[in-house]
């Protein structure tokens, strides 16, 4: 299905020919740490394997090791500076993360196993108040039966429509009015909970002790936004748009 201002280029398996995983790089006193990495490496291989990428590697750990190495020349020749491996403690992370030393990594990973890394100065004001939009149906859903849902390819439908009407994130439903997620984003609820959808999970949900359940927007209260990138985000603050 196509939406008017949502411009989107994948719509079946059949479609997927590059995979994406966004890594937060952090430098501190001369030190360029790569965060997650093997939460990543397991996300992507799972989907390489399922979606019969090529892959050289034939397991697991062959493959971490490989990423590692090919993450770690990229960042000493982008830095020059010594590079840590380090697992980000997002569920201690309550709030807001300081962007003036993040960096973000984009690793696309193409179906015959050719690697692109791309490595560019995080721009999102993390500081500031965000106004956060959830899309109505008619303007953009998910199909809750659509397998591609379930892998983070690339190119992600693009929204620059609504961002530029000063929107900080945008939140989807499926055909049901069920929440899915945000457009680079996981949400958190109530404490605990997150919502039930036919989606990826991110990389930073399996770090928490979460309850999954069907969500509408009425249930959207004391809200974070999660990922990799920005930690935990509260959103308790920020205007949810009404303007649907």
Request: net charge neutral.
């Amino acid at each position: 299905m196509q939406f008017k201002n949502v411009q989107q280029s994948v719509f079946c398996l059949e479609d997927i020919g590059t995979l994406l995983e966004t890594i937060k790089i952090e430098t501190k006193q001369n030190i360029a740490i790569c965060h997650d990495l093997e939460l990543h490496a397991q996300r992507l291989y799972t989907s390489i394997k399922e979606l019969g990428f090529s892959v050289a590697c034939s397991n697991i750990e062959d493959f971490k090791v490989f990423l590692q190495t090919q993450i770690k020349n990229k960042l000493q020749y982008f830095f020059s500076s010594p590079v840590l491996f380090h697992e980000n403690l997002i569920n201690k992370e309550i709030g807001l993360n300081k962007t003036a030393n993040i960096f973000k990594l984009r690793l696309l990973y193409q179906k015959n196993s050719e690697i692109e890394i791309l490595i560019s100065k995080y721009q999102r004001d993390l500081e500031k108040t965000w106004q956060i939009k959830v899309l109505d149906k008619k303007e953009f859903h998910i199909e809750a039966t659509n397998p591609i849902w379930r892998y983070k390819f690339y190119p992600r439908p693009d929204f620059s429509f609504y961002f530029n009407q000063g929107y900080d994130e945008l939140i989807w439903t499926d055909e049901n009015d069920n929440i899915c997620e945000g457009s680079f984003s996981a949400i958190i609820y109530d404490n605990n909970k997150s919502p039930l959808a036919n989606t990826l999970k991110s990389t930073s949900l399996q770090k928490q002790n979460l309850v999954f359940q069907k969500t509408k927007k009425a249930d959207l209260k004391n809200i974070y936004l999660v990922n990799s990138m920005i930690g935990k985000k509260s959103i308790s603050i920020c205007e949810l748009s009404e303007q649907n």
